[in-house]
C-alpha cells in the first residue's frame, strides 16, 4: 500500500505507533518498525537529552528502519525547558524519521528539524488545531479521536466526527487515532480521509511489549466500557476503571485544591512498578476504549500484517456493494 504517510517516512506500511510514557521502550519500537511500520520510543520518560540519544542508538543498533520519538511538551515537574531543547537538539542529531508532539506547539523546533530532515507531527483532538499545525508547517497531523488512550482533549469529539472534518480542512497528510485496532478500524479510517493510523494500546498486548503478562491478559479480559475519562483538575485522561481512577475522581470532587495529591496518585513511579509486578490496582493506567476490541496477544508483526490483510478484505468487501 502507498499512501501519504508510507511515502513521508520510506515505511512500507501506513501503521505507526504512538508514544507511550513508561510504555514503550526500544525493543517494541524496533519490532514495528522491523514489522514494516512506524516503532516509536517516548522522549519524556529520559531525564536528559543524552539519556534520550542512548535509547535511540539502542533503536539504532536493532534495527535500521525508520522510527519516530514522541515528545510530550507540557509543564513538568521533572523536565525543564532546556532539556526539552535537547530532546529536539538530538532527534535532529540522530535524524530520527519523526517527531510526534502532543501538548504546545513545537513552532521554535520546526526550522531545525525540517533542516535535519526530520519531520515533525502533532496530535489534535480538534479542528482548529489542525488548520494551527498546518499553518505552522507541520508535516503531517495525527487526529486523535475521545476513544484514544493517554489525554483526550476535552472537546470530547470522537473520531468519526473529527477525522473526516479534519480531512475536510488540511492538505497535509492525516493519521488517524483512538479506536485504531485493527483491520476494519484502518478501513474506516482510509473511507474518513485518513492516510494511515496510528496504535498505541494494541501495541502493549503483544510479545515484544515488557510490561507483565498479568497487564497484557486485562486487556484481553476488558470491554470498551471498562475506561473512562478522570483527572481533570490536572489534565483530562482517559483510564481503565479501577481504584486508583475512583481516588483521583473522589479527591477532585472534594471542592478542595486536590492538585498535588492528584499528582502523586498518578504518578509514573506507581505507573512503572505495577507495570512490572502486574497490578492491576496501583497505578492509572490510560488505555484507549480500542481494549474493547484487542483479543489476542501477538507478535507486532501479526498485528501489523494481519491489519494489513483485513484492511483489504474490508475495503474488497465494500467495492463489491456497488
Ligand atoms: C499507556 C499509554 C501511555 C500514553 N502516553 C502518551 C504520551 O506520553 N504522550 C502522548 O502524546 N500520548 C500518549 N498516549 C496516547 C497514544 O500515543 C495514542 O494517542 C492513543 O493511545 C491512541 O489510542 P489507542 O491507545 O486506543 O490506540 C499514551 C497511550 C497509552 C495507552
Request: hydrophobic share 45%; charged share 25%; glycine share 8%.
Given at each position: 500500500m502507498k499512501t501519504r504517510i508510507t511515502e513521508l517516512f520510506g515505511i512500507k506500511y501506513p501503521i505507526i505507533c504512538g508514544g507511550m510514557l513508561w510504555v514503550t521502550d526500544a525493543n517494541l519500537c524496533a519490532a514495528i518498525s522491523e514489522a514494516g511500520g512506524l516503532g516509536c520510543i517516548t522522549a519524556d520518560q529520559y531525564n536528559s537529552g543524552e539519556e534520550l540519544r542512548a535509547a535511540i542508538k539502542e533503536v539504532k543498533a536493532l534495527t535500521d528502519k525508520p522510527f519516530g520519538v514522541n515528545i510530550t511538551l507540557m509543564p513538568s515537574f521533572r523536565i525543564t525547558e532546556e532539556v526539552f531543547d535537547d530532546f529536539f537538539k538530538v532527534c535532529a542529531e540522530e535524524k530520527v524519521a519523526n517527531i510526534e508532539i502532543s501538548g504546545q506547539f513545537a513552532t521554535k523546533y520546526i526550522p531545525m528539524l525540517h533542516e535535519a530532515g526530520v519531520k515533525i507531527t502533532h496530535k489534535v483532538g480538534a479542528v482548529r488545531h489542525a488548520a494551527k499545525i498546518e499553518r505552522l508547517g507541520y508535516d503531517a497531523v495525527i487526529v486523535a479521536g475521545v476513544e484514544e488512550g493517554g489525554h483526550p482533549l476535552n472537546d470530547n469529539v470522537a473520531t468519526t466526527v473529527l477525522l473526516p472534518k479534519v480531512a475536510e480542512t488540511v492538505n497535509i497528510p492525516i493519521l488517524s487515532t483512538g479506536g485504531m485496532v485493527d483491520g476494519k478500524s484502518m478501513a474506516a479510517a482510509l473511507c474518513l480521509g485518513a492516510d494511515g493510523i496510528m496504535m498505541a494500546t494494541r501495541f502493549i498486548a503483544s510479545n515484544e511489549c515488557w510490561v507483565h503478562e498479568n497487564i497484557k491478559n486485562w486487556i484481553l479480559e476488558l470491554n470498551e466500557n471498562d475506561t473512562e475519562l478522570f483527572c481533570h483538575s490536572l489534565l483530562q485522561a482517559r483510564g481503565v476503571k479501577n481504584s486508583i481512577v475512583a481516588k483521583v475522581k473522589e479527591l477532585e470532587s472534594?471542592?478542595?485544591?486536590?492538585r498535588m495529591e492528584v499528582a502523586k496518585t498518578v504518578s509514573g513511579q506507581h505507573l512503572i512498578a505495577a507495570l512490572k509486578s502486574g497490578d492491576r490496582e496501583s497505578a492509572a493506567f490510560l488505555f484507549g476504549q480500542s481494549i474493547g476490541r484487542i483479543h489476542e496477544i501477538k507478535s507486532c508483526k501479526s498485528i501489523i500484517e494481519d491489519t494489513m490483510t483485513e484492511c483489504e478484505a474490508t475495503i474488497a468487501r465494500i467495492s463489491n456493494l456497488f
Amino acid at each position: 500500500m502507498k499512501t501519504r504517510i508510507t511515502e513521508l517516512f520510506g515505511i512500507k506500511y501506513p501503521i505507526i505507533c504512538g508514544g507511550m510514557l513508561w510504555v514503550t521502550d526500544a525493543n517494541l519500537c524496533a519490532a514495528i518498525s522491523e514489522a514494516g511500520g512506524l516503532g516509536c520510543i517516548t522522549a519524556d520518560q529520559y531525564n536528559s537529552g543524552e539519556e534520550l540519544r542512548a535509547a535511540i542508538k539502542e533503536v539504532k543498533a536493532l534495527t535500521d528502519k525508520p522510527f519516530g520519538v514522541n515528545i510530550t511538551l507540557m509543564p513538568s515537574f521533572r523536565i525543564t525547558e532546556e532539556v526539552f531543547d535537547d530532546f529536539f537538539k538530538v532527534c535532529a542529531e540522530e535524524k530520527v524519521a519523526n517527531i510526534e508532539i502532543s501538548g504546545q506547539f513545537a513552532t521554535k523546533y520546526i526550522p531545525m528539524l525540517h533542516e535535519a530532515g526530520v519531520k515533525i507531527t502533532h496530535k489534535v483532538g480538534a479542528v482548529r488545531h489542525a488548520a494551527k499545525i498546518e499553518r505552522l508547517g507541520y508535516d503531517a497531523v495525527i487526529v486523535a479521536g475521545v476513544e484514544e488512550g493517554g489525554h483526550p482533549l476535552n472537546d470530547n469529539v470522537a473520531t468519526t466526527v473529527l477525522l473526516p472534518k479534519v480531512a475536510e480542512t488540511v492538505n497535509i497528510p492525516i493519521l488517524s487515532t483512538g479506536g485504531m485496532v485493527d483491520g476494519k478500524s484502518m478501513a474506516a479510517a482510509l473511507c474518513l480521509g485518513a492516510d494511515g493510523i496510528m496504535m498505541a494500546t494494541r501495541f502493549i498486548a503483544s510479545n515484544e511489549c515488557w510490561v507483565h503478562e498479568n497487564i497484557k491478559n486485562w486487556i484481553l479480559e476488558l470491554n470498551e466500557n471498562d475506561t473512562e475519562l478522570f483527572c481533570h483538575s490536572l489534565l483530562q485522561a482517559r483510564g481503565v476503571k479501577n481504584s486508583i481512577v475512583a481516588k483521583v475522581k473522589e479527591l477532585e470532587s472534594s471542592g478542595e485544591d486536590n492538585r498535588m495529591e492528584v499528582a502523586k496518585t498518578v504518578s509514573g513511579q506507581h505507573l512503572i512498578a505495577a507495570l512490572k509486578s502486574g497490578d492491576r490496582e496501583s497505578a492509572a493506567f490510560l488505555f484507549g476504549q480500542s481494549i474493547g476490541r484487542i483479543h489476542e496477544i501477538k507478535s507486532c508483526k501479526s498485528i501489523i500484517e494481519d491489519t494489513m490483510t483485513e484492511c483489504e478484505a474490508t475495503i474488497a468487501r465494500i467495492s463489491n456493494l456497488f
